[in-house]
């Protein structure tokens, strides 16, 4: 366990539902992060939270939305996606972004989604 | 070109031999390199990290860098099936974004 969370561990949706993802760490960390893992690609960062301020937008379809109510809690929100954003979401979180080059990102298990 | 760049593999070794994995980086002026792994299924795990020219080691693992070249690498000594997994590089660039390649998945035979 490396002390980041995340719920649901799976979750499968309608191109119409509207869901969240919700990720927790445990670590007293002051950065969190948004990754999609697609098959046989390189991880893509989505969003970067830094002490709860956004710092980090990836040109990521509005139809993706964060939320960082916290240091400690991110969520995801999702409504109206499409097949190809099904993937393996990952959150992430780091002590010290702005110690660039020495941060190390600590990843939760991921979600699992799947877009009917 | 990518600015990570990674074999996929996939990488195939007898157990107990030495597994290398090799990663090279676009961006000249990156400082540090980070090294995951990655089970099926699962969510990348940190092995180790690297920040000067050389070797470091850790355990079964050597992380080499060679920061002139542009390259680096990941020897597993001693190979067990359960290294079995997909090896993910990470480079921090010099706008201080962490990059990550596509991954090299390894297999290590019995």
């Known amino acids: 366990e490396t002390g980041v969370t995340q719920t649901p561990r799976h979750l499968v949706m309608g191109m119409t539902n509207k869901k969240s993802l919700k990720c927790e760490q445990h670590l007293g960390h002051n950065a969190m992060y948004w990754y999609k893992q697609s098959a046989k690609k390189p991880l893509e960062l989505m969003f970067v939270?830094?002490?709860?301020?956004?710092?980090e937008n990836n040109s990521v379809p509005s139809r993706f939305s964060p939320e960082c109510p916290n240091s400690s809690h991110l969520f995801l929100h999702l409504h109206t996606l499409q097949p190809e954003d099904s993937a393996l979401y990952l959150c992430a979180s780091s002590r010290d972004p702005s110690a660039a080059g020495t941060d190390t990102q600590y990843f939760g298990p991921g979600t699992r989604l799947t877009v009917l | 070109q990518k600015e990570v760049e990674q074999n996929s593999g996939p990488l195939s070794v007898p157990e107990g031999a030495i597994a290398s994995l090799n990663c090279t980086y676009s961006d000249r002026g990156s400082q540090s390199f980070f090294w995951y792994r990655q089970y099926s299924g699962k969510s990348p795990e940190l092995i180790m990290f690297?920040?000067?020219?050389g070797d470091k080691e850790d355990g079964r693992f050597t992380a080499q860098l060679n920061k002139a070249s542009q390259y680096v690498s990941l020897l597993i000594r001693d190979s067990q099936p359960s290294d079995s997994a997909t090896y993910l590089c990470a480079v921090y660039n010099q706008g201080g974004k962490l990059i990550f390649g596509q991954g090299t998945e390894l297999s290590v035979k019995p």
């Open positions: 690297i920040y000067s020219n």
């Open positions: 939270y830094s002490l709860e301020e956004r710092v």
